[in-house]
C-alpha cells in the first residue's frame, strides 16, 4: 500500500508530460501533411545537368555494351 503513494503520482506525472508533448507536437504542426514523406520516397529524384552524383559501374557497362550492338 506504501508503494501505491509513490507510484501513483509518478504515474500521473508520466501522464502530463506524455499529454503536453503530443499537444506540443500538434501545435507545432507535426501531424500536418502525414503522406508527403511518403509519396516523396516513391517520387523519381530530378538530375542535375552535370549528371548524377553516384554513378554504378556495372549499369554503365551495360548501357555500354547496349550501345555498341
Not at 29 to 58: C, F, V
Amino acid at each position: 500500500m506504501d508503494s501505491l503513494y509513490l507510484l501513483i503520482p509518478i504515474a500521473l506525472i508520466f501522464c502530463v508530460i506524455a499529454i503536453r508533448l503530443l499537444l506540443w507536437a500538434i501545435n507545432s504542426g507535426q501531424y500536418e501533411d502525414l503522406d508527403k514523406e511518403a509519396w516523396r520516397i516513391l517520387q523519381d529524384q530530378e538530375q542535375s545537368s552535370t549528371g548524377p552524383a553516384h554513378k554504378n559501374p556495372a549499369t554503365d557497362r551495360h548501357k555500354d555494351t547496349r550501345e555498341n550492338d
